[in-house]
């Protein structure tokens, strides 16, 4: 079992703080600051371009890092070792997944998404659509419709396996049976669902997956993405961002592409390696658990948090599913007031998040929240409601950041 104030102790938490928000951007490993240091002082300091071979934490040098810590990120994903690389950006990623996906079903048409997808993604695929200027069409359908769209027609899916707006969850491995039995390759984006609730890629036999590492994973802000392709896929999906890193052999300086082995082809850009350094650190707690020990825990923080706001908050309502195996770990309400109720919120130390409309938003991260955070969140957001106090011009006025 997980030692869950072990886990809390290591991260930076300002005083009288209630962070419900690490669905958004995680918190400080403590360690991480110090990695930092080393990185910089020790590494690029000290070893200078030569770091290239010799840095990094265990010496292997920062151009291994993607891929080893990828292999960490592997063990929370319930991924393959070796199928998982860092780097870039959650949308670069979803353009290279998507990309290698639908070349490799060229005689169809439909990409199919649903309209609890977060927007970018559907972003990315118009963007794509558009380039390739081939017919390609973006279907955008309900979540709770998109079963019954996956045909004969559909090149890949590509969906969000936890709405970012409810925390509704689908069922991954339904689903990517249903679109192989049609045909299709199934892409799955687990920005809100890597480090909150157990996956089985392999398992699930997924084709393609991406996700972030800011948000659960507490990587830090501008922490780079990863991308997971299946092994059956390792050598046939051709990268379409053909970087010099996921070339076969970049020294070579070949005036023509070949794409590296495996997961190595889907490297762009330079390793972030300072980024990398920070994430180590939150590896290292992560390390101290299992996703088994933390989805657990996370319904139990949310069943208390929902009982106790539903409570005492009767102009509260619920927006995430009820049923705690249908829904990631956050909580969402429905409030006509939401982002002023908010904001008088963070003025009180409890820290979410708003998503239009009205979506009132807080996470639950075991790794540093409990259960007395639970009940002082619910104390607090009962007293801010009940006496009104978001109603005050200044919890109006409206961020660059929401």
Known sequence: MTDFAATKSQFSIPDGTIYLDGNSLGPLPKAAAGRLAS?????????????????????????????????????????????????????????????????????????????????????????????????????????????????????????????????????????????????????????????????????????????????YLNGGPGSPAFIYVAPRHAEVARPALSGWLGHEAPFAFDLDYRPGHGIERMRVGTPPVLALAALEASMDIWDMTTMADIRARSIELTEAFIEGVEAACPMLSLASPRDPNLRGSQISFRFEEGYAAMQALIARGVIGDFRAPDIMRFGFTPLYIDEGDVAKAVDIIADVMNRRLWDRPEYRKKARVT
């Open 39 to 215: 990185a910089v002082t020790e590494e690029w300091g000290d070893m200078l371009i030569t770091g290239w071979n010799r840095g990094g934490r265990d010496g292997a040098g920062w151009m291994a890092m993607p891929t080893a810590i990828g292999d960490r990120i592997a063990r929370l994903i319930g991924a393959e070792a070796g199928h998982v690389v860092m780097g870039d950006t959650l949308s670069i990623k979803v353009y290279q997944a998507l990309a290698s996906a639908i070349e490799m079903r060229p005689d169809r048409k439909v990409i199919l998404s649903d309209s609890g997808n977060f927007p970018s993604d559907l972003y990315i695929a118009q963007g794509l659509i558009q380039s390739l200027g081939r017919g390609l069409e973006l279907k955008v359908v309900t979540p709770e419709d998109i079963a019954d769209h996956i045909d004969e027609t559909v090149a890949a899916t590509l969906i969000t396996e936890v709405d970012y707006r409810t925390g509704r969850l689908h069922e991954m491995k339904a689903l990517t049976a249903k679109a192989h039995a049609a045909g299709a390759l199934a892409i799955w984006d687990l920005a809100h669902t890597a480090g909150a609730t157990e996956v089985d890629l392999a398992g699930a036999k997924v084709d393609f997956a991406v996700g972030c590492t800011y948000k």
